[in-house]
């Protein structure tokens, strides 16, 4: 009986990411609040005054992990920002770079380990070279509840 509950499970969970995976646009994550449109720009500019407030941002996808679709990076033409996604709870297509992006989270300036950082670049499929990283990395960084990916 329980083997069949796990296998039942497993399945369904298979079912998702084969899902998420097909998906190229739409609603990923929680649903959106009435938090406040922010651009890119104010939100680097002055991390301090946004951080640990909820807030979205529009952009476009230039990264996503390739290994899962657990991350990305999103730029608004001049300025860059990583968002990972909160707890782990989703994932976005691995080819969403160059799509419009809503996102809806927190940000935080915070500083990674240079194991992490080299992690990070390894996900990102050759962008970045891991061994050019050199000590702990300081970046500005997003928990997003919530992603709308658009056409």
């Known amino acids: 009986m329980m083997i069949r509950k796990i296998q039942a499970l497993l399945t369904v969970m298979a079912l998702c990411a084969i899902a998420t995976a097909a998906q190229k646009s739409g609603h990923f994550g929680a649903a959106f609040t009435d938090a406040k449109a922010v651009s890119l720009k104010d939100v680097l500019a002055d991390v301090g005054k946004f951080s640990g407030k909820t807030i979205k941002i529009e952009g476009e996808i230039t990264e996503v992990c390739q290994e899962k679709g657990c991350w990305l990076v999103v730029t608004d033409g001049k300025q860059e920002m990583r968002v990972k996604f909160k707890d782990y709870g989703f994932f976005v297509p691995k080819d969403a770079s160059g799509r419009k992006v809503i996102l809806e989270g927190i940000v935080e300036k ?13 996900e990102s499929g050759g962008k970045q070279d891991p061994e050019k990283i050199k000590g702990p990395q300081e970046i500005v960084q997003m928990t997003a509840a919530g992603v709308e990916i658009l056409n």
């Open 110 to 122: 915070k500083t990674i380990s240079e194991d992490h950082a080299k992690h990070i670049a390894q």
